[in-house]
Every structure is written in C-alpha cells, then in structure tokens.
C-alpha cells in the first residue's frame, strides 16, 4: 500500500472541492469559512497522539482510501455516469421506516422531499407546521439563531475535522420546530451519496426546537456508490427551554465498500427543562472505518441527556465511538448506555466522557458500555472517563468487555437448538436490549436492522 504523508492528505481533503460561491456572498459564513480553515490548517489531521484518536487509525484509514483511489485510475467523469439512478422508488427502497415526512439530502446540499404532500415552509395544514430550507435561507430569515450557535466557538467546533467540514460544505438543510408545536410522527432525514464528481462530502445540518416542541428525528445514511469515498457530516441540534428530542442515527451499510471513511459529528445544545435521547445503530461491513463523535453541553439547569447506542461490526471495518457530555449547570443529569459485538478482523473504540464544571450542584451522570467479542480477531478497547470539579455530584461509570456466555450456550442447546441458533437467540436478545428506550414508531425497525 503506498503511504500518503499526513501533510499530502491535509492537502488532498482541503483542496478537493472549491468553496461555493454563495458563502462567500455572506460575511457572516464567510469568516466562519475563513476561521475553519486556519484551524484545520494550523491542527491538521488528528493522530495517534490526539487523546481521543489514540485507538482510532484515521491516517491510515485515509492512506487506504486514496491507494484504492490510485489503484483503480479514479475519473470523476465515469464516477459521475454510475450515479444517474434517483428515482424516487429507488430513493425509497433506501428507506426502512415511514416515509411520510422524509427529507433526502443528497450528497449533502441538495434536499429533496419524497412525500409530495409536504410544501415548503411546513405541513398540510391539517399537521402541526414547521419551517424547512437551506442552510442559506434559514440564515437570512432566523439569523439570531445561526449567530448564538451555528458553529459556535467552542471545543466542538475547534476539532480540525469538524472545522474541514465548515471549510468544505456547500450548502446544508435547516429545520426550525416553532415554539409549543408537537409533531407527531418521526421525520426522516436521509443522506443519499452520489458522489458526482468527487470523492469527498462535507454534508451538513442544523436543527433549531423551540421552547416546549417535540420532535423525534431519525437520520439514515445510504450510499448509492459502491467506490471509495470520504464522507464528514456535522449536525448541530438546539433544544430551547422545556423542549423534547429525539435523534436516532441509522448507518446500515449491508454491502462490502472498499476503503470508506465516515465522519460523524453531532453536537447538542440544551437549554433549562430540555430532554434530548440519542439512539445510535451502527451495522457495517464495509473496510475501512467510521467514527461517530457526540457532544452534549447542558447549558441550563434540569436539562437531561440520555445516549444509547448499539453496534454490529463485520469485516475489516473499524468503529470509532467518542461520547463527550458536559454538565454546566445544576440539577442536570446524563445517561451514557452503549452495546454492540465485534467479529473477526474489525475493531470498535468507545471513548466516553462527562465532564462536570465547578460551583454547580444534584448533578447526576452514569455512563456504561458492554461489548462482545465474537470471534478470535475482533478488537474491542473502552475508554469510559470522569472529569469531576465539583463535590454535590453522583457519577459513576463501567465497561465490560466480554465473549457470549458458555454457560449459556450449554444451556440453550440442552433445550435443543443448534449452535447457531442458540447464538443468534442469545445475540439478538442483547442487541435488542440496546433499542428498548427507542420510540415506539422507530423501536421495530431498529430491531430488525440490528438482528439481521
């Protein structure tokens, strides 16, 4: 495999998609471009020596990719004929939940709607309304939104692969849920990659709820490219006072794709009185490797996050999981509770966080992970820490790495099954167990995903 320097990759990501002209017709975007830049270019691409990237080989990940690249004669030109398959029945075959209220980004920027029924702007009129556009056109109609925490400086937006993405995204998909409006039925938001003329993606979202809404999100990722590519996607959801989210994250990738690099960095702001619930599904075969990065900032006191998260990793794939959860306030509680198995040649890393600030008090925060190693091969390292300076505190967290009970397995088979079918009952039972806090409307389709 040949070895791209970590400086020839910065290069490559950073000049491999011009900024778009639109950006730079705002001032407001047009420093925050200019600033994600000079962060990238001063941090560059997180190494081994990064705390957090210790475990997670994204270098060589990259160096893969852009070997297959080399390797196949990459041409824009013909990568862009074998992506002209869009239909809407095609679209839907993608989508395994309900697609009333579904939202397609594809590649990023382009937003479609799969139900014709939707208008811009909201609903029929017979649903609770909410707005809906581009992130450059939610910028000209809310701009105080976009100004108090669209890429807001903090460590969030500081991380160099958070700031290529803002130095690199085209355009993106604004949602803002108006105050007291409760919608009843999940909303899909789907990205759908075709890569035209390009390798790399830079997709992005920025959800604003207002005070006493709720909303259930669900965002699935489907690529209809079976070449290397390099996916970084950043999603910022704000929760105003007394407001209620949910956010599952669907990555069900069940066909080999050589050499893939998937980022995904969500970041979350909670006001007093807001309830955020995270559900994660990872189910992947494909090489090379995806990281998910979660960060919570409980701004107001009795805020509350709950983060679950279940994974199945096949393959020479690796999975990365950093959880970063910050208590600013009193009375705030956060619960981390993460599953998943492991087999032959692929690796996942949990690193979870929750940092506590100081003069705060009642604040309470558990975090746990319990993974399983299937067969001889797999990797599995869980990282889970404490960042406590304050006294009025009860936090306390655990990790379990494991191998499927013998036991059990005995037992099982004692009653008559077969080896196999007691492994999946036993296997699918403990995945199961990681989607019990899903809604109701999501919980079936998350199952059946996890257990196939």
Same mark, same amino acid.
């Given at each position: 495999m040949s070895d791209f320097s970590k400086s020839k990759l910065e290069s490559y990501l950073l000049g491999s998609r011009p900024n778009d002209k639109k950006k730079q017709c705002c001032l407001f975007f047009k420093n925050i471009v200019k600033e994600a830049e000079d962060i990238f270019i001063k941090k560059g691409l997180p190494t081994n020596r990064n705390e957090s990237y210790r475990y997670f080989p994204l270098i060589e990940i990259l160096n893969q990719l852009l070997s297959s690249l080399a390797k196949k004669q990459y041409s824009p030109s013909n990568k862009e004929q074998k992506n002209t398959d869009l239909s809407e029945s095609r679209?839907?075959? *993608?989508l395994p939940y309900n697609k009333q209220r579904c939202f397609q980004l594809i590649d990023g920027f382009r937003i479609n709607l799969i139900n014709h029924s939707l208008a811009k702007g909201g609903l029929a009129e017979s649903e609770p309304t909410f707005r809906y556009s581009t992130i450059m056109e939610g910028y000209r109609d809310f701009p105080l939104f976009f100004k108090n925490y669209f890429n807001r400086k903090n460590k969030f937006s500081s991380c160099p692969l958070v700031a290529l993405n803002c130095a690199k995204w085209i355009d993106g998909l604004f949602i803002y849920i108006p105050a007291y409006t409760k919608v009843e039925k999940p909303i899909i938001l789907s990205n759908t990659d075709r890569f035209d003329g390009s390798v790399s993606l830079y997709p992005r979202t920025f959800i604003y709820v207002g005070e006493g809404s709720s909303v259930v999100f669900c965002k699935t990722n489907s690529s209809l490219d079976k070449e290397p590519s390099f996916k970084n996607q950043v999603s910022e959801i704000v929760l105003s006072k007394n407001s209620k989210v949910e956010f599952c994250d669907v990555e069900n990738e069940s066909s080999p794709i050589a050499s893939n690099c998937n980022l995904n960095h969500i970041k979350v702001y909670q006001e007093s009185e807001s309830f955020f619930k995270s559900n994660l599904l990872a189910r992947s075969y494909k090489r090379g490797g995806s990281r998910y990065n979660i960060s919570v900032d409980l701004i107001g006191e009795k805020s509350e996050a709950n983060l679950y998260g279940v994974y199945r990793v096949y393959g020479k794939n690796n999975l990365g999981l950093h959880v970063d959860v910050n208590h600013h306030s009193s009375f705030t509680k956060s619960h981390q509770h993460y599953r998943g198995v492991?087999?032959? #040649?692929?690796? /996942?890393?949990?690193?979870?966080? /929750?940092? /506590?600030?100081?003069?705060?008090?009642?604040? $309470? !925060?558990?975090?746990?992970? #319990?993974?399983?190693?299937? $067969? !001889?091969?797999?990797? @599995?390292?869980?990282?889970?820490? *404490?960042?406590? #300076?304050? =006294? =009025?505190?009860?936090?306390?967290? $655990?990790? *379990?790495?494991?191998? /499927?009970?013998? =036991? @059990? @397995?005995?037992?099982?088979?004692?009653?008559g099954l077969s080896f196999d079918e007691a492994?999946?009952?036993? *296997?699918?039972?403990?995945?199961k167990s990681g989607l019990e806090q899903s809604s109701d409307e999501l919980r079936a389709a998350l199952e059946l995903l996890a257990t196939q």
């Amino acid at each position: 495999m040949s070895d791209f320097s970590k400086s020839k990759l910065e290069s490559y990501l950073l000049g491999s998609r011009p900024n778009d002209k639109k950006k730079q017709c705002c001032l407001f975007f047009k420093n925050i471009v200019k600033e994600a830049e000079d962060i990238f270019i001063k941090k560059g691409l997180p190494t081994n020596r990064n705390e957090s990237y210790r475990y997670f080989p994204l270098i060589e990940i990259l160096n893969q990719l852009l070997s297959s690249l080399a390797k196949k004669q990459y041409s824009p030109s013909n990568k862009e004929q074998k992506n002209t398959d869009l239909s809407e029945s095609r679209i839907q075959s *993608l989508l395994p939940y309900n697609k009333q209220r579904c939202f397609q980004l594809i590649d990023g920027f382009r937003i479609n709607l799969i139900n014709h029924s939707l208008a811009k702007g909201g609903l029929a009129e017979s649903e609770p309304t909410f707005r809906y556009s581009t992130i450059m056109e939610g910028y000209r109609d809310f701009p105080l939104f976009f100004k108090n925490y669209f890429n807001r400086k903090n460590k969030f937006s500081s991380c160099p692969l958070v700031a290529l993405n803002c130095a690199k995204w085209i355009d993106g998909l604004f949602i803002y849920i108006p105050a007291y409006t409760k919608v009843e039925k999940p909303i899909i938001l789907s990205n759908t990659d075709r890569f035209d003329g390009s390798v790399s993606l830079y997709p992005r979202t920025f959800i604003y709820v207002g005070e006493g809404s709720s909303v259930v999100f669900c965002k699935t990722n489907s690529s209809l490219d079976k070449e290397p590519s390099f996916k970084n996607q950043v999603s910022e959801i704000v929760l105003s006072k007394n407001s209620k989210v949910e956010f599952c994250d669907v990555e069900n990738e069940s066909s080999p794709i050589a050499s893939n690099c998937n980022l995904n960095h969500i970041k979350v702001y909670q006001e007093s009185e807001s309830f955020f619930k995270s559900n994660l599904l990872a189910r992947s075969y494909k090489r090379g490797g995806s990281r998910y990065n979660i960060s919570v900032d409980l701004i107001g006191e009795k805020s509350e996050a709950n983060l679950y998260g279940v994974y199945r990793v096949y393959g020479k794939n690796n999975l990365g999981l950093h959880v970063d959860v910050n208590h600013h306030s009193s009375f705030t509680k956060s619960h981390q509770h993460y599953r998943g198995v492991v087999y032959k #040649n692929s690796s /996942v890393v949990f690193d979870g966080y /929750v940092g /506590v600030d100081s003069k705060i008090e009642k604040v $309470e !925060a558990t975090q746990s992970h #319990n993974g399983w190693i299937i $067969e !001889a091969g797999g990797k @599995l390292i869980a990282k889970p820490r *404490l960042s406590i #300076n304050s =006294d =009025d505190v009860s936090c306390h967290h $655990e990790a *379990l790495i494991t191998q /499927v009970s013998q =036991d @059990l @397995l005995f037992y099982m088979r004692s009653r008559g099954l077969s080896f196999d079918e007691a492994k999946k009952i036993i *296997l699918d039972g403990f995945l199961k167990s990681g989607l019990e806090q899903s809604s109701d409307e999501l919980r079936a389709a998350l199952e059946l995903l996890a257990t196939q």
